[in-house]
DNA sequence: GCTTGCTAGGCACTTTGGTC
DNA sequence: GACCAAAGTGCCTAGCAAGC
């Protein structure tokens, strides 16, 4: 019996040591192949994945400068083809799988010279082996028991590129060797009708994108444009044309981690809260950094990469040619709206006597609040979807363009109008009330403290608990109902104004000074 | 009197910003 | 980082008015 024991542990023993030794050859193997690729040309280009239905067919975009590469996997469990077409510059390579119980054939015609591969082996256990000997390197596709782990290596002049797809039914991982860093670039997909997360260590940055596709029966898009250069063009794009916060902006490798934004205004002084977020490089996971300096303090700013305070305070009132911003620890939003508290960016100089009110008013302001957001987009001129009244003292919203995405582009979270309106009764705002029948596709809403010509009023504008009504009393059922009136008499007999009160769908403002 | 549609408001939960 | 307060958001219900 001992004897018996001693001998089943030398087996297993032996068996451990055999499987260990494969490891390591392996991953010596592939050692050798992640360094032999560090020495390659990388590949910047944007890259677009598109996983359909899991069940469907699957198909995987990656147009990059050397070539579009466009692979085609259907069902593994179904017996349809798999087409992998790799046009390039040089070549077209076309590669047919039928049923995988059945010949594989594939087909790299080439100026050089016609590949063909068969794969007559109709039994599934047994490896096969496709080489395709071309000019410049051979070219090895291995593929085991499709029932168990499959693995395609293409060594290629360019870029080797390892490819491990063990079980369909299990988790799914491809490697891709990053030429400019010893880190390999890992792509993981578990159970198809889990979460599966891609992770690509950009070369260029410190910091890893991840992309994760919940939802198995969806269309999946990653895109990762990844020149940063192009990021900064589209940021400044949006700044130059936009003083709103791009809310649309939901993918935060649209725009690149650090970034200068030309600045055309003078830097205001700010408070202890604001020089938090004049520090380079917080500890703090959700405070940004800005760094805005003069043509002097830029050179200090270079040498050192750290802003002190004094530095930020002799910036104070001075012409600022640059801020530099880090979107990597905060939202997209959160970084235009600071922004935005330094300067309008690239906009157009207010009156004197207007942008001093409008100064006082943000330095006292949260500009993330609601009624800071609701201000800006009143005074908005190229928005006529909500205005002033002709007498200035209420807004005049059109609630048929809110409801298509008008929201959630201009700082708000969400886009529905339900929740806007929850918003101006919290701050106790007061409707117009239409005449019976009317189904206003307009609203107008009143508050005291809203009124174009006195922005002063704006730090009082407050949420309202019971106790609200602040000069309420102005707005009795039978004035607001008076109002609605005029509203209605306005729109009717101004011939520049189209105004169907009924569904509003021609609503037509040509003036925003209604 | 009942149904329907709309509005106002309560409540819970999440997010954000400030303080220590 | 923990804690707290304010703000934002979604869901729900009560109340009201109009229509049938």
Redesign the pocket.
């Known amino acids: 019996m001992k004897e018996e024991l001693e001998h089943r542990y030398q087996e297993s023993q032996s068996l451990r040591e055999h499987e260990e030794a494969k490891t390591k050859e392996e991953i010596q193997r592939r050692s050798e192949a992640i360094l032999q690729l560090e020495r390659l040309p990388a590949d910047y280009q944007e890259r677009v994945a598109i996983f359909p239905n899991p069940n469907q067919e699957r198909v995987a975009i990656f147009p990059n400068p050397n070539q579009e590469r466009v692979a085609i996997f259907p069902n593994p469990n179904q017996e349809r083809e798999r087409v992998a077409i790799f046009p390039n510059p040089n070549q077209e390579r076309v590669a047919i799988f039928p049923n995988p119980n059945q010949e594989r054939v594939a087909i790299f015609p080439n100026p050089n010279q016609e590949r063909v591969a068969i794969f007559p082996n109709p039994n599934p256990n047994q490896e096969r082996v496709a080489i395709f000997r071309n000019p410049n390197q051979e070219r090895v596709a291995i593929f085991p028991n499709p029932n168990q782990e499959r693995a395609a290596i293409f060594p290629n002049p360019n870029q080797e590129k390892a490819a491990i797809f063990p079980n369909p039914n299990h988790e799914r991982v491809a490697i891709f060797p990053n030429p400019n860093r010893k880190e390999e670039r890992a792509a993981i997909f578990p159970n198809p009708n889990q979460e599966r997360v891609a992770i690509f260590p950009n070369p260029n940055q410190e910091r890893e994108r991840v992309a994760i596709f919940p939802n198995p029966n969806q269309e999946r898009v990653a895109i990762f444009p990844n020149p940063n250069q192009e990021r900064a063009a589209i940021f400044s794009t949006y700044c130059r044309d936009k003083i709103t916060a791009p809310s649309h902006i939901t993918n935060m490798d649209e725009i690149p981690p650090t970034f200068n934004i030309p600045l055309t205004h003078k830097v205001e002084k700010k408070g202890p809260?604001w020089w938090r977020y004049a520090q380079w490089g917080t500890r703090?996971?959700?405070s940004p950094w800005f760094s805005a300096a003069t043509e002097t303090d830029r050179a200090l700013d270079d040498r050192r990469r750290t802003l002190l305070h004094k530095d930020y305070l002799a910036t104070a009132g001075k012409l600022c040619h640059h801020m530099r911003a880090d979107c990597r620890r905060m939202?997209y939003d959160?970084v235009f709206m600071y922004c935005k508290s330094f300067h309008k960016i690239n906009a157009e100089a207010e009156p004197v006597d207007q942008n001093q009110k409008m100064q006082k008013m943000q330095l006292s302001l949260?500009v993330?609040?609601?009624p800071t957001k609701l201000w800006r987009l009143v005074n908005d001129g190229d928005i006529d979807t909500i205005v002033w009244n002709q007498q200035g003292d209420g807004i005049i919203i059109k609630k048929g363009l809110m409801e298509k995405g008008f929201l959630s582009l201009n700082g708000?979270?969400?886009s529905?109008f339900s929740?806007f309106?929850?918003?101006l009764?919290?701050y106790g705002f007061k409707?117009s009330r239409p005449f019976?029948?009317d189904?206003p596709n307009i609203l107008q809403y009143f508050h005291p403290h809203f009124q174009r010509r006195r922005p002063e009023l704006l730090p009082l504008l407050?949420?309202c608990d019971?106790k609200c009504g602040v000069g309420m009393k102005n707005y009795s059922k039978d004035h607001l109902t008076e109002r609605w009136r005029d509203l209605r008499n306005l729109y009717d007999t101004d011939d520049s104004i189209d105004v169907n009160l009924n569904n509003g769908e021609s609503l037509n403002v040509h003036s925003k000074e209604i």
Request: hydrophobic residues 20%; aromatic residues 8%; without cysteine.
């Open positions: 809260a703090s996971h959700r939202g959160t949260n993330n609040i609601f708000f979270k969400d529905r929740s309106g929850r918003q009764k919290l409707r019976n029948g189904k407050r949420r019971k």
